[in-house]
């Protein structure tokens, strides 16, 4: 065989010792059937020393029975004179018969010649390719041979897929098969196995539904030490379901050998359906029976030799703007196997609320050059081409749409290839790879999460990265996790590394085989395993910790966990099944289920989303989740440590703490001291919350907000903020000195910001660089890069505007637009201006006042690290966000948030309290924990 699974050039028929020209089994001009030592001209039959015109002992001309020393017109015994005329008669008699009979001969040997000759040229042009399954994979050198190259995802090059083939020879299907490693490299503990599905009706809609095929058949190769020990044949009943496994019933036995590498196997003319048709094609599959990892064929083989394999590769965009042209939608990578491909259809489809006046001309282009142009008039639209693909050069296209001025601002449009069936091809089958498709948001995203399968509102989300690879295939590989509150509402997302909702369709692999079958005549497998009746679904399931507290609800260990809330979305095939939600019962220690949750997928995500009452303990501070992807065999990757959820809390100037859950109805929790002033708050990276009074002391809440403890006691004269690193507190006095203590300490002086009594706030930066401002208006932002010791001007251009009435009263510095890092100043009026680094503009830009902000006076600013949306508070205790677009200076206030309505005034917000996640490895008995929940909540929805 040669390398890289090059077709092999043919080494018999022609020219040869074969049937022509060669002296095996000769045909014409040789020592064949013509011209050689054979039937014709040769030592055969005509013309030489055969039956006719030879010089042999022929029939004919020769020294046979015709014209030659034979019974006719030849040298047998000549007549007498004395018996002539008397047997005159007789004479003519037999003179009659000879003729007769010479005329019979010659009508024979016609008739000989003319259905032979013909006969053996069209052998000799049409030779039947003898298939053997032997271990001796010689007999595919005239075959096509796909190539799938090494895979780096698999583990073991024994289950690694490099070639692959199919052939018909006569009646019979053959397969060939060969891996990086060795074949069938088991024990007899833990076998090797071996599934060729085929579809033998070309429908991707009927069958069993793998990686989309609707696969009507399928061989089943088992094996160990390089041997094979059973090879089962199975069809797959249509009145089961399309992904119920135990749709398939046994058919028989087949013949297969292993040798080395490969593996060949042949299908018998009698099993149902293989000869059938003359159509088909095949998937295969490699997997051991202890890990359960498999790899499957690239690309599904069939008759024709060649194969396409066609990816889509999405634009991860949150957005398309409105109007704009020309726009790169979707990207096609194109691989050609075995032979030059040629692309002749594609058929995409959309999805979304967006119409076809949304959508202007849509163009598939090839470096720059239009291959073909259409305009959607449905849910499809044919882009018919003629574009070549050649084995060992990949080729990228790219599918580009116009989006007209008119289009609606907000629509949702989705975009992709239509199915398994979506691209046509000539001289081969193409394989479409990647379910579903990637929605975009027309104009710009929505300020608040919005389930419907398009994921640009989620582009400042916070995210929560787990390591590729880690996961028990690509399908349940959790690549990223976040979780936002925000509107009364609980959303969460979730990114896996291959195909969301997938499925694994291959059940989980089972420890042990029968025994080899006793020798003797193909019959019915027995003895094999019955497989588990069930859907190969995977699932994505959200597990909520609504106390903080891992003594109540269902305790996983090693999590820190006590779940009270679970939310769980199984599907399939790119498809979702079920959207469920389960509370805790804790006098039944089991889970009950309350109904569904809102959930949408693309091709890598999912997003889900509940109302917070949902979650039972809805006035909880403090919640902590974890986004768990499984597949049906208990396999999971989850990311290392939970997501805490904090809620924002306000600081009235008695002391007073608000909170609320969504930002719209606020609850008063405690009053820390009202014999004391207090001025501000801040948080650290664990979501621990710190108000200052104005004369120093420093009070802690760890997420209760009922609960406050005093961790500084040292006095200051007149501070009005406080900022921290995690290890060092920072305050500032409104003379413009800056001090520095820790968690029990007392405070020492850094430096001096400047000579004015004006100060009004401080900030600190991922960096542990310090920001200052004062109230003064058109001054600028002072920045300390050594703790507060010396301080300089941050740029050179002033906040805000000459105004006699307005001032500067907050700062804070974070990512904004883009996640880029922007420092903002809150203004007395609402408006709050920014800058990168205080040198783009004079006066600063600014984002505007929020509306329904009229006679608000203004006091704090803060940022959601999670949904990277601003929040700022007035002195009513009036609370408005701003939801940040993808570029600057876009963006949305939302003006609809409540507020707590303090009559002593609020001075002090604080809502960056949603940690940022914390790399710490989940031990080994927390994901058991995972698994067994997991379990759980699925017999619990079985049985709902």
């Known amino acids: 065989m040669p390398p890289d699974g090059a077709p092999l050039s043919r080494t018999w028929d022609t020219d040869g010792k074969g049937l022509s020209n060669g002296h095996r089994t000769p045909a014409r001009n040789g020592n064949g059937l013509s011209g050689g030592r054979s039937l014709v001209n040769g030592n055969g039959l005509v013309n030489g020393n055969g039956f006719v015109n030879g010089a042999g002992k022929g029939f004919t001309a020769g020294g046979g029975l015709i014209n030659g020393n034979g019974l006719v017109n030849g040298c047998a015994k000549a007549p007498t004179e004395e018996g002539l005329a008397p047997r005159r008669m007789q004479v003519l008699r037999m003179a009659a018969l000879r003729k007769r009979f010479r005329l019979a001969i010659v009508v024979l040997l016609s008739a000989v010649l003319v259905v032979t000759v013909p006969m053996l040229a069209m052998l000799s042009v049409h030779p039947e390719a003898g298939m053997a399954v032997d271990g001796d994979f010689s007999d595919w050198g005239g075959k096509v041979v796909l190539s799938d190259g090494p895979d780096t995802r698999v583990p073991s090059p024994d289950l690694d897929i490099v070639r692959y083939s199919t052939a018909r020879s006569g009646d019979g299907l053959f397969c060939f098969l060969e891996v990086a490693g060795r074949m069938l490299a088991g024990t007899e503990r833990s076998v090797d196995v071996v599934n060729v599905f085929i579809d033998a009706d070309l429908d991707a809609s009927t ?52 040798s080395g590498k490969g593996l060949e ?45 066609v990816t889509q590769a999405p634009v991860d965009t949150p957005s398309l703007s409105i109007p704009s042209s020309d726009r790169t939608v979707l990207g096609l990578d194109l691989v050609a196997g075995g032979d030059d491909m040629e692309l002749r259809r594609l058929v995409l489809e959309r999805s979304g609320n967006a119409s076809d006046g949304d959508i202007g001309t849509v163009r598939l282009i090839s470096e720059g050059r239009v291959l073909s142009s259409g305009s959607f008039s449905g849910p499809r639209l044919s882009l018919d081409t003629l574009f070549t693909v050649a084995p060992g050069k990949p080729e990228h296209l790219e599918v580009r749409l116009d989006i007209p001025a008119g289009a609606k601002r907000g629509a949702v449009l989705g975009i992709g290839l239509a199915g398994h069936d979506s691209v046509q091809s000539a001289r081969g089958l193409a394989t479409v790879k990647g379910f579903g498709l990637w929605s975009y948001y027309l104009g710009a995203p929505p300020g608040r999460i919005t389930i419907d399968g398009a994921f640009g509102d989620w582009v400042l989300a916070t995210t929560h990265p787990d390591p590729v690879g880690d996961g028990h295939g690509p399908c349940v590989d959790l690549l990223d996790a976040r979780a936002i509150k925000e509107g009364g509402m609980v959303s969460f997302l979730a990114r896996v590394d291959g195909t969301m909702m997938g499925g694994e369709t291959i059940p989980p692999p089972f420890q042990g085989r029968p025994k080899a079958a006793p020798s003797g005549p193909p019959g019915p497998p027995s003895g094999v395993i ?22 109540t609800g269902c305790s996983m260990p090693g999590t820190g966990l006590g779940a009270e809330v679970s939310l769980s979305v199984k599907g399939i095939g790119g498809r979702i099944l079920s959207r469920e939600a389960f509370l805790w019962a804790e006098a039944a220690r089991s889970w009950i289920r309350t109904g569904e949750v809102a959930a949408e997928r693309d091709p890598a995500r999912m997003e889900l989303q509940v109302p917070a009452a949902l979650l039972g303990n809805a006035t909880a501070p403090r919640i902590r989740t ?16 939970p997501i805490e959820l904090f809620d924002p809390v306000q600081l009235s100037a008695n002391g007073t703490i608000y909170f609320s859950s969504d930002g719209v109805t606020w609850s008063a929790q405690t009053t820390i001291n009202s014999d004391l002033n207090w001025r501000d708050l801040c948080t650290d990276s664990n979501g621990y919350v710190y108000a200052i009074e104005n004369k120093g002391t420093v009070y802690k809440s760890t997420g209760d907000w009922t609960s406050w403890s005093r961790i500084i006691n040292s006095p200051l004269n007149r501070s009005v903020a406080i900022a921290t ?29 400047g000579g004015n009594n004006d100060f009004e706030d401080l900030c600190i930066d991922g960096a542990g660089n310090l920001y200052a401002i004062r109230s003064e208006t058109c001054s600028t932002v002072f920045n300390s890069t050594d703790g507060g010791q010396n301080w300089a001007a941050f740029g050179d251009k002033n906040v805000g505007s000459a105004s006699e009435f ?12 883009g996640g880029t890092n922007y420092t903002f100043v809150l203004q007395s009026d609402g408006n709050v201006r920014y800058d990168t680094d205080g040198k783009t503009t004079d006066p600063w830009n600014t984002t505007g006042a929020p509306g329904n902000s009229s006679g608000q006076e203004f006091m704090d600013i803060d940022l959601d690290l999670d949904t990277n949306e601003l929040w700022i508070a007035a002195l009513s205790g009036k609370v408005y966000s701003f939801n940040f677009s993808s570029s600057a200076p876009d963006g949305t206030w939302n003006t609809t948030l409540g507020n707590s309505s303090d009559s002593n005034g609020i001075w002090a917000i604080a809502v960056n309290i949603i940690p940022e996640f914390r790399d710490i490895a989940l031990p080994l008995g927390g994901l058991i924990a995972i698994f067994v929940t997991v379990r759980r909540l699925r017999r619990a929805g079985d049985r709902a």
């Open 806 to 817: 307005v001032t500067n009263v907050a700062i804070l510095r974070g990512p904004g637009w």
């Open 207 to 258: 069958g069993y539904t793998l990686r989309g095929l609707g696969a009507d058949r399928r061989v089943e190769v088992w094996g160990h030490d390089n041997l094979v020990r059973g090879c089962n044949l199975y069809l797959f009943s249509p009145g089961k379901g399309t992904a119920d496994w135990n749709g398939w019933t046994a058919s028989g036995s087949a013949r297969a050998a292993s």
């Open 265 to 309: 196997l042949e299908l018998p003319a009698e099993w149902p359906g293989s000869g059938a048709s003359r159509e088909y094609r095949a998937l295969f599959q490699v997997s051991d029976s202890i890990s359960g990892l498999s790899d499957f064929s690239s690309m599904t083989a069939g008759p024709y030799g060649g194969a396409l394999r």
């Open 626 to 641: 974890l986004v768990v992807a499984s597949d049906w065999g208990g396999r999971s990757d989850s990311p290392g440590a």
């Open 725 to 753: 690193d995690d290890t060092y507190f920072y305050a500032l006095e409104s003379n413009g000195e800056t001090y520095r203590a820790s968690s029990g300490g007392a405070w020492s002086k850094q430096g001096v910001v």
């Open 530 to 551: 019955e497989q588990p009746v069930l859907v190969p679904y995977d699932t994505v399931t959200v597990l909520i910790d609504t106390d903080a507290s891992n003594r």
